[in-house]
């Protein structure tokens, strides 16, 4: 079992910055990739960004250039720092781990919310 904590959502301004952890519970070596997914009021659940155990990112087209994704091996620790966020980016933002031996496991989200 995996228990994912995030942290670091809240209210902000257009054009301000968030920075998202999800702290994972398992210890290191057992969980290989790691994503943060948001959803919007009334729309589907969307892939944000991912990232493997040795760090190759991938990004969805909407937040490229503007979200980091990042990863902490030793403290078991997932980041996105958002820049430039758009009322748009507004949602729940869900971390996901996958471990090696296949299974997923989800946070419970923390809510964004960009006023413009």
């Known amino acids: 079992q995996v228990q994912l904590v995030e942290s670091g959502g809240g209210l902000v301004q257009a054009g301000g910055s968030l920075r998202l952890s999800c702290a994972a519970s398992?210890?290191?070596?057992?969980?290989?990739?790691m994503r943060w997914h948001r959803q919007a009021p009334g729309k589907e659940r969307e892939l944000v960004a991912g990232i493997t155990w040795d760090g190759t990112t991938n990004y969805a087209d909407s937040v490229k250039g503007r979200f980091t994704i990042s990863r902490d091996n030793v403290k078991n620790t997932m980041y996105l720092q958002m820049n430039s966020l758009k009322p748009e980016d507004t949602a729940v933002y869900y971390c996901?781990?996958?471990?090696?031996?296949?299974?997923?496991?989800w946070g419970q989200g923390t809510q964004v919310t960009v006023s413009s």
């Open positions: 996901n781990a996958d471990t090696w031996s296949g299974e997923r496991f």
């Open positions: 398992r210890t290191r070596g057992s969980i290989n990739v």
